[in-house]
Every structure is written in C-alpha cells, then in structure tokens.
C-alpha cells in the first residue's frame, strides 16, 4: 500500500478521469446481440444510442391473447445485471397478472432476479406470462378470479378486452394486430 | 504537533508501533521508516456495512491506529442487534447504523475521526469509493458484496496506481439450501425458512415482510408450526422464528470477532507492509472446535468480472469499420464471428436485433477517423466470448 501510494505521487496528475464503459452497458451490449427472439416478438429502438431503453412487442400466436400485440417497455439501468430491468406493458389489458397501470407481476423481475439471467429470459418469461396467465399470483384479483371460476368465459372477456371493449365497466386498449 | 501530543499519539498506539518500528526476522524485506506511521493515521479506510461485523471492524480499526475511518450502511438498529453489535444500546434503537457507530467510536478512542454514510452502496459513485486507500466489507448481502467488487474492479485503470482499490471481504454463511426447505425440512429453522423465504411471497405477493411488526412475525411462526407438524419436527417457538428470520441465530459474537480480527490484522498488513499478506482465502469453522484454513482462490480466465482488461491493436484509421471488423474476424488470436463495437456505452455497430442493425449499418462504410479518435478504447461483444474485448484503438 505505501508503495502504491508513493507511486501516486510521482503519478500525480496522470489522467484520471477516462471515460469507462460500465460493466452494466458492456452486459447490455452482450445480452442483445444474443437475443434469439422467435417469429412473436419485434424490437424497436425510440434512440437507436440509447441500448438501455427500448420498447418490445408480443404477438402471440396462440393461447388467451392470441391476435392482440402487446407492447412493453424496458429499461435498464446502471446496475445490471444486478438489478433486473424495469418492465412495463405500455397498454391498458385484461390480465390477472398486469395491472391497469402497466405493472407486471412475473417472479424474475423481481424476488427471483439473478444476474445470470438475461434480457432473454426476461422476454420469454413474458412471453409465458401472456400463453399462461397465473391465477395464483395476481395483480389484477378479478381477472385472476374470473381465470379460475370459468376459463371460456375468462377467455370470452380476453376477447372483449383486447378489441378495446370494457370488462366489468373497466374499458381497454384496442390491441388487435394491424 | 505538540510534544505532549506526540507522547500521547505514542503511548496511544505503543502496541501497533511494536510492530511498526522493528525489523522483522520472519519479513526481512519490511523497513521501519517514520512516513508508514503517517500513512496509516492519514489514510482514508472504507468500512461497509455497520453491523455484526462492522461494529467489530470499526473498533479494531480505530485501535490499530487508523484516523480517517469512513463507514457506510443503509440500516437502522433494532432491538434484536443489542445482543452482538456492541457500539449500541437500547436508546439508539431506530437510528441510523452508521451514524450511531461513528459517534460511539468518535467518543472512545480520541484523534480517530468516524464518518458516516447513511445510504445503499449502489448510491455512491466510483469518484466516491475512489476516495479511499482501502475498502473493508462486513456485509451479509452476497448481492451488495457483488456490487462492489464488480465496481472496484471497473475502477482500475492500469496507468493510474492509485485506482488500484484493495478489498477485504468479510463475511459468514446464513441461510440453508432452497432444495432443503423446499423439500426435505429437518430442522425447525428449516420450516421458518420456508414460511418466510416461500410461503411469505406467496400468500402476501409483493408485500415485503416486516420482521419489526409482530403481527408478520406472528403469521411466519403459525405457518411454519403447521408445516413442522406435517414433517413431525419439534421446536418452533414465536423466538425462534423471530431469531431465524431476523438472522440472529448463526451470528454468534465470538464468529463476528474473529472475522472481524481477522479483516483487520490483514488491513494493516496492506497498509503498512509490516507482514506478509494472506493469500488470499480464510475460513473459520467453529462447529467442531476451532478449526481454520487458508488457500489460494485462484484467478479465472474467463471471469466476467475481471477478465475484461484492455488489450491494444493498431489499425489505419483511414479504413471502415468494416474493414476493421474482417480483420478482427480473421486475426488468429480473437477470430470472432459476429463482432458488436461500442464506444464509452453508446453503440457504433450491433449484429443484432435487426431494428438496431439497420440503424447502425451506415457506420459500417465510415472510417474509423469519422467514428471515434486514435487511442479510445472500444467495447467489442461476440458470440465466441463468454466476456468482452475492451479494445484501444491506435490509428497507424
């Protein structure tokens, strides 16, 4: 340690402020350009720049949801991997696990992150979500209620929703594919 | 300085100057020399994390005869703490760790000066943990001990000695194994695991556990007694829980006391020189009586943590990136597939996904002189590495 500091000072002065790349942004970096994202799924970036922020549609091709595309948003910030990245649905759906206000109830975005997932994982997770809502975890209580007492009249009101009807007086987004 | 003030300032740490003044018979390169005795009362010392450990560090470390001692943690004490984190007593309960801590010692051990940070690791800065000569960690979150050697590792800067940032770690086991609980309890601490690590989240979704509030203390007991009477186990008790769930039972004093000494000795090792350093791994077991042992954690090739260091090419700076991207496809020593560049965070050419492609494409006919100037250092991504190339570019 004295000798580091010594050599500190006859190095006094050496630059010291190099711009570094964040290990958080060099994972970023990785994590897209690995993506294998099936047929359901498009990118896109608002600022091609910005890898940190970027927006995700599903479409998925069968199950509940299947005709509707669903966009999401993601953002990452400097911590990860070690934080997961923020994720939320961008419309107003009929689901038992997202909330009317975007908010998304999927484990691996929150107690069961771990920085060995990737934004990979993340994006089949919700994916899955979308094939196989879950009434045990719910976000959205009547939605998850009406999933587990009656799953064509759950999937009648899926329908519903997703044409931009109202469910139980609550109205939702057009999200039918164009 | 004073006289008298030298004479207390020796008196005070006559034990530490034994070793600092002396030849040493089994270190024979350590010189005695006036400037490393400033050097220890100068220097700045990181200590995080003010609990178990950190009470224990912080007072070590004030009577080793370090003076700028900072200290950083984001909790506050609770009553449950007074058993083993000594710096404080049953009026501090609901302060701010870090601050109690600081002034307990400020108070006790004259010319030591304590400051806390009362916050989360994650909201200091690198200009912040730059600071400092020295970092000690007694933290129990293996997730925060992540977070600093991944960013103390990110700081070092090969040209500048002084970012070169050494950590001591220091740490105990907690917890059992999740197929344990989940699966095989035996014990009754595995049933209140199993109440608090998987029930919890599954009756009460995203509400956190409030190990303050006796009614979820209360809720966590009768759902583990239930489950302890499926698997016939004896010993649930409303203290046990509390004990388990608030980690106090593994956290026994003397354990904290010796990984704590144990910390310290090595950061005066570092600091002064006076002895040779452990290299580099120590554990203490004390299930069956005391028993230690010490190997070298060896350094990973691939570690996505550290293996990231800079390597240097030389290149035209009249060419494209393009061309720059062939070369490195076929240059024998990285031969990468599919390579992705960017510079200080902002992209300058993704394989993938296709919307970013298209956007980046254009820079791939640019020549390196339009994108970037001679000696950046460049972040190259492949499919072929498990870690990135932190590349810096020379324009020949």
Known sequence: MIKIWSMKKENAGVNKNKPKVSAGQIRVQKDLTELDLPKTMKMTF?????LLNFELDISPDEGFYAGGTFRFSFAVNGNYPHDAPSVKCLQKIYHPNIQADGKICLNILREDWKPVLTLNSVMVGLQYLLLEPNADDPLNKEAAEDLRSNRTNFANNVRKSI????VNGV??????SK | MTDTQAITDNKRWAGVYKLLDRNSRIHPEFEPQEEIKEFIKSCKILVIGAGGLGCEILKNLALSGFCDIHVIDMDTIDVSNLNRQFLFRRADVGKPKAVTAAEFVNRRVQGVEVTPHYCKIQDKDEDFYSEFALIICGLDSIEARRWINAT?????DEDNPDSIKPL???GKPTGFPLCTIANTPRLPEHCIEWASVIEWSNRHGDRKMDTDDPKDIQWLYETALTRAEQYNIQGVTYSLTQGVVKNIIPAIAATNAIVAASCCNEALKIATTCAKNLNNYMMY???DSVYTYTFEHQRKDDCPVCSNSSTRLDFSGDKTLEDFMEYLKEKPDVQLKKPSFSLAGKPLYMQAPKPLEEAMRPNLSKTLNELFSSGSELTITD?????????IVTFV
Request: charged share 15%.
């Open chain 2, 383 to 391: 499919s072929t590495l498990p870690f990135s190339l932190q590349t």
């Open chain 2, 168 to 170: 001591i770690d220091g």
């Open chain 2, 152 to 156: 103390l590792v990110g700081m070092r």
């Open chain 2, 285 to 287: 077991s004390g299930n």
């Open chain 1, 46 to 50: 608002p600022v091609p720049e910005d």
């Open chain 1, 163 to 166: 044409n931009g009807g109202s």
């Open chain 1, 171 to 176: 109205q939702y987004d057009n999200v039918l």
